[in-house]
């Protein structure tokens, strides 16, 4: 069933209109500018560079594991803030969104000294398994993953705290248990919200520079490498790979949002 959407008064409209309209100019005009100022031949030759298709790829692998973990990691939290009361949930709340305030330069420091080769984490996990964060893409995952976390908890928080908790109690006494409630009656009704902090985070993890480029520099994700040809061979090439990276992003979710609001459009 399709979604009615509520009327607006027309001087809302017109206001809001103007105004949503100066925001959405200053979004588009630096991409439209970007794209306008492309040279074809340069845009192949960065669609022909290895490296840049490497750091690419590197960039969407690396922020779809992220989401992936955000998710898992971020949905119990959310929960947990939304639904229970316990002493502390506001000083949570707040830790939460640190990396949203933080400087990601600040946070690629502090997450070199977890995970870096004497870290306190990086250290023991590298003797024990070999597994190592400095300079690989596991590091770049976990700076991904630091900066990208509050958006998977909070939106998961809010749908939790948005969804009647009596639909729960009514499944609960029907006899199903806690498990099969959350299950079956939780997560089909606040899974957009979910996926759409998922989502978010993905988004964010593809965009992060500051934290990836101190705990690994390489290899290079897509960001860096754009920053890599700037210092190296100046505007023409970066802004190359710039729309190339800008391309295969934008065509990814523009797709997932066209998925999500058909999926809508017949529920």
Known sequence: MARRLATTPRGLTVVFSAAGGAALLFVVLPLVQLYAL???????HAAGDAAVRASVALSLEAALVTALLAGAVGVPLGYLLARRAF???????????VPLAVPHTVVGIALLLVFGRTGIIGAPVEAATGLRFWGTAAGVVVAMLYVSLPYAVDTARQAFAAMDPELELVSRTLG??????FARVTLPLCWRSIVAGMTMSGARALSEFGAIVILAYYPMTAPVKIYDLFLQGGLRDSAAAAVLF?????????GLRLLVNRREAVE
């Open 87 to 97: 002493r502390g949930r506001s000083l949570i709340e707040g830790i939460v969104d």
């Open 176 to 181: 199903a248990g806690a498990w099969r409630t």
């Open 246 to 254: 800008l391309t295969v992003t934008l065509a990814i979710f523009v």
């Open 38 to 44: 492309q040279d074809p031949a340069a845009l192949l």
